[in-house]
C-alpha cells in the first residue's frame, strides 16, 4: 500500500468521478483506475461502486476513507517534522563528556541552547572507557574525550584541541611559585587523584611506569569539585588537563616531558546517520 495509492483513492472518493478525478491529480484515467484497483486487491474488499461511468462508495470505502485520510495526514506531519529537525527547530542530542572538559562543554553548551532552543540536548558525565562502551551501543550521539589510540575503524574522530596534562595544587602551596614541574618531584607529593577508571590516571600511570616512578596516591575521588576542595587544603595536589581547572583558589602547573599533551576528540559511530543538530554542535565545538 502507497501514499499516493491512498491520495488517489481520497481524491476520487471526494469527487466520484474517476476522469475528473484523474484530471484533478494530473494522471491518466487509466493510472487512477490502476492504483484503484492494485490498493482494492491488496486490501481484498471493493471500495468503489462501478456502475457504467458512475462509481458510489462501497460501505468497506466509507470506512476505509477515516484511515486513509489519518495516514496521509500523519505523512504530512511527518515530513513537516523532518523539515523542522533539518533547520534546527525540533530535535534531541544525546552527548557522553570527560569529566575534563566540563568547563569548555559548558560554554559550548550555553551557546549552542541559547542559538537552538527547540532543541533538548542530554548531556552525561563520565570516564573514557565508559563512554565509549555506551558509544558503542548507540547511546550517544557522539562523545567528546581524549584519544590517543590507534583509531578503531568504525569510529570516526575529529580533534577538538590539545590539553596539557598539569598539577594542580593550593594557590599557597610551597609548589604554587614553580613554573614547572617534572614526574619524579609529582611522585613524591602526596596526590589526590581522579578514579582509577579515569582516562587521564591511565595514561598517569603509563608515564610513570615508563620512568619507574611509584606515586604517592594517597585518595582517589571520581568529582572534580570534591578533588578541587581537597586540593585547596593544601594538604594534597592533583593531575589534571589544564582544561579542567578554573578555581581561582588552586594553581596549574605544567608537567615537564614531551608526552604530558593529550588530544580531546569528537568520537562518533562512523556509519550511524548525523543529524543536523549534531553537525552544528560538532562545529561549535571545532571552534574551541
Not at 493510472?31 to 458510489?56: A, C, H, M, W, Y
Not at 505523512?75 to 517534522?81: D, F, H, S, Y
Request: hydrophobic share 45%; aromatic share 8%.
Amino acid at each position: 500500500m502507497e501514499l499516493r495509492q491512498l491520495r488517489y483513492f481520497l481524491k476520487a472518493k471526494e469527487l466520484l468521478n474517476f476522469t475528473e478525478a484523474a484530471t484533478a491529480l494530473n494522471i491518466s484515467q487509466s493510472t487512477l483506475s490502476q492504483q484503484i484497483k492494485q490498493l482494492e486487491d491488496e486490501l481484498n474488499v471493493p471500495l468503489f461502486n462501478r456502475i457504467g461511468k458512475r462509481v458510489t462508495l462501497t460501505e468497506a470505502g466509507d470506512l476505509f476513507s477515516d484511515y486513509a485520510l489519518q495516514s496521509i495526514n500523519k505523512a504530512n506531519e511527518g515530513l513537516l517534522l523532518l523539515r523542522d529537525l533539518k533547520n534546527l527547530n525540533v530535535g534531541n542530542i544525546t552527548v557522553g563528556v570527560i569529566y575534563s572538559m566540563r568547563i569548555l562543554f559548558t560554554q559550548i553548551l550555553i551557546k549552542f541552547a541559547n542559538q537552538h532552543p527547540n532543541i533538548k540536548i542530554k548531556v552525561v558525565f563520565g570516564t573514557t572507557k565508559d563512554l565509549l562502551e555506551r558509544l558503542n551501543l548507540y547511546h550517544f550521539d557522539f562523545i567528546l574525550t581524549f584519544h590517543e589510540e590507534p583509531i578503531e575503524l568504525h569510529l570516526k574522530c575529529q580533534t577538538v584541541l590539545k590539553a596539557n596534562m598539569v598539577l594542580v595544587t593550593a594557590k599557597d602551596s610551597g609548589i604554587a611559585h614553580k613554573a614547572d614541574i617534572t614526574l619524579q618531584e609529582v611522585a613524591d607529593l602526596p596526590l589526590a587523584l581522579p578514579f582509577s577508571g579515569n582516562n587521564s590516571i591511565q595514561f598517569f600511570d603509563q608515564s610513570f611506569g615508563q620512568q619507574s616512578l611509584v606515586p604517592n596516591i594517597c585518595m582517589e575521588i571520581n568529582d572534580i569539585p570534591t578533588l578541587f576542595e581537597v586540593v585547596k587544603t593544601g594538604q594534597w595536589h592533583t593531575i589534571l588537563s589544564d582544561t579542567s581547572v578554573n578555581d581561582p583558589d588552586v594553581v596549574a602547573i605544567p608537567i615537564e616531558g614531551e608526552k604530558m599533551r593529550r588530544t580531546i576528540m569528537i568520537v562518533s559511530l562512523r556509519e550511524a546517520y548525523e543529524k543536523k543538530a549534531v553537525t552544528k554542535l560538532c562545529e561549535m565545538l571545532g571552534e574551541i
